[in-house]
């Protein structure tokens, strides 16, 4: 089965703060994503990556930095934090970009204060 | 501008019942919608999926209705169950160019005892 693990689970800061969040992947899978979910949105694609080294802009890029160290670990970097980013962040992954099964983590609860 | 829209924001039925979940889209060129199925304190987890090219899809209780030509699908679940209680999102990818997922803003539902 899929495994996607991200950390910290929960993380407050202040207003321009500096934040990463980490995830990992198990799987050899292809494809990592970073999502956020807020009430009313569901879920918008952030940032994604097809391989160490690569990285394509979401929907909602604005204020993220992403960055993909190799095939299992994907990060991303709010290096200003600021309140409209408090938010709940998936990260996933898959192993093919077309109509590809998403493995989701459990998320990361993100506070800005 | 919301792309895939679903209702009800939030959705309670007894134990034993059918609850209706229904999503719409405007992108014709859509042509894959998963379901997606998210407990607190997870993240979401594949449930059930559609191509356009059916009108039904059935997986035990959980069956997918297509409309293609009004742009509509519905998630229904028979005889719900109390640990159905969950955030059902609908998601839609297109045949070409962006493949990205896009989701809705998902529809809690909650199966009383």
């Known amino acids: 089965e899929a495994a996607v693990t991200q950390s910290p689970r929960n993380k407050v800061t202040v207003t321009g703060g500096n934040v990463t969040l980490s995830c990992r992947q198990t799987?050899?899978?292809?494809?990592m994503y970073w999502y956020r979910q807020d009430t009313g949105h569901g879920l918008r694609l952030i940032h994604y990556s097809y391989g160490a080294g690569n990285l394509q802009i979401g929907d909602v890029p604005d204020g993220y930095k992403a960055t993909r160290t190799t095939q299992e670990d994907f990060f991303l970097l709010l290096e200003l934090a600021s309140p409209s980013q408090t938010s709940l962040y998936f990260c996933?992954?898959?192993?093919?970009?077309?109509?590809?099964?998403?493995?989701f983590g459990a998320g990361t609860r993100l506070s800005v204060l | 501008q919301q792309q895939v829209r679903q209702s009800p924001q939030s959705l309670t039925v007894w134990e034993g019942e059918t609850a209706i979940l229904n999503c719409s889209y405007e992108?014709?060129?859509?042509?894959?919608f998963p379901w997606y199925q998210q407990f607190p304190g997870e993240g979401p987890a594949l449930l059930i999926s559609?191509?356009?090219?059916?009108d039904k899809k059935e997986d035990g209780r959980f069956t997918i209705f297509f409309n293609k030509r009004e742009k509509k699908l519905s998630l229904h679940i028979t005889d719900s169950q109390p640990g159905d209680s969950a955030t059902y999102f609908c998601a839609a990818r297109a045949s070409s160019g962006s493949w990205q997922l896009i989701f809705g803003s998902g529809t809690q539902l909650t199966v009383m005892p």
């Open positions: 992108d014709s060129t859509f042509n894959y």
């Open positions: 559609i191509r356009s090219v059916s």
């Open positions: 996933a992954s898959s192993d093919g970009a077309s109509q590809n099964t998403l493995y």
């Open positions: 799987n050899s899978h292809n494809y």
